[in-house]
């Protein structure tokens, strides 16, 4: 199992009930990047396949 599934599980136990605006996990994604620069880049590309996500042309 990779480590991120295991932080996906851990993420769907701990807060699956909740409801969240994309305002929201983009500031948590800005305080992650603040927090650690080292993965900005990854944090940007997650961003960015999250907004073209639906997007026909991509």
């Known amino acids: 199992m990779y480590f991120t599934d295991r932080g996906i599980e851990e993420l769907q136990k701990r ?14 994604l800005q305080e992650f990047t603040d927090t650690h620069p080292e993965f900005e880049t990854a944090v940007e590309r997650f961003a960015t396949w999250l907004a073209r996500l639906d997007d026909p042309e991509d």
């Open 15 to 28: 807060r699956g009930d909740e409801e969240v605006t994309l305002a929201w996990l983009g500031e948590r």
